[in-house]
T-cell receptor
């Protein structure tokens, strides 16, 4: 079975632009979480979605939003990009009620110039 | 609050044991993890320990948990060049929907 997949792999955007990152969970997983990893730091929790509803939110501004689709894939949107949004964005999926066992994708590296 | 701290760097000689230490603040954490990240790659779950355990061994990896001191360690026996990476200590947050990571320990291997 395929693991968690994310697209695109790399992305370069300009300050003020908007970006959409995509994630497909492992087959059978209904919960998707997003994390931001700034260079030199550990990943930080942004959102968790389960059954198309937001179940958890980290300390991120409203410029960050996400949604989950009926097939359990997810998109992370970031508006009005800032230089500080440059990071590796990681998606993780898990079975229902098993957030203790999250499987991470390879990430999307976003560079904001 | 929820916080995980670990030292930034560790250098060991090839063949020696590596011990990476971590402290956490949330005493209600149920799961504690060690992740490995190689350059340009995503996160690989190495091992985890449930909070009611003191020790877990998996081949070359040994995890020790001291709940009283909120201290977690990862021992890698017979460290090899392929073990060079950043190792993240993490805990399952009290809301049980998020994993809280430390800043990572960069392990370098010298010949």
């Amino acid at each position: 079975d395929a693991g968690v997949t994310q697209s695109p792999t790399h992305l370069i955007k300009t300050r003020g632009q908007q970006v959409t990152l995509r994630c497909s969970p492992i087959s059978g997983h209904k919960s998707v979480s997003w994390y931001q990893q700034v260079l030199g730091q550990g990943p930080q929790f942004i959102f968790q979605y389960y059954e198309k509803e937001e179940r958890g939110r980290g300390n991120f501004p409203d410029r960050f939003s996400a949604r989950q689709f009926p097939n359990y894939s997810s998109e992370l949107n970031v508006n009005a990009l800032l230089l500080g949004d440059s990071a590796l964005y990681l998606c993780a999926s898990s079975f229902q009620g098993r957030e203790d066992e999250q499987y991470f994708g390879p990430g999307t590296r976003l560079t904001v110039t | 609050g929820e916080d995980v701290e670990q030292s930034l760097f560790l250098s060991v000689r090839e063949g020696d044991s590596s011990v990476i230490n971590c402290t956490y603040t949330d005493s209600s954490s149920t799961y504690l993890y060690w992740y490995k990240q190689e350059p340009g790659a995503g996160l690989q779950l190495l091992t985890y320990i449930f909070s009611n355990m003191d020790m877990k061994q998996d081949q070359r990896l040994t995890v020790l948990l001291n709940k009283k001191d909120k201290h977690l360690s990862l021992r890698i026996a017979d460290t090899q060049t392929g073990d060079s990476a950043i190792y993240f200590c993490a805990e399952l947050g009290s809301s049980a929907s998020k994993i809280i990571f430390g800043s990572g320990t960069r392990l370098s291997i010298r010949p």
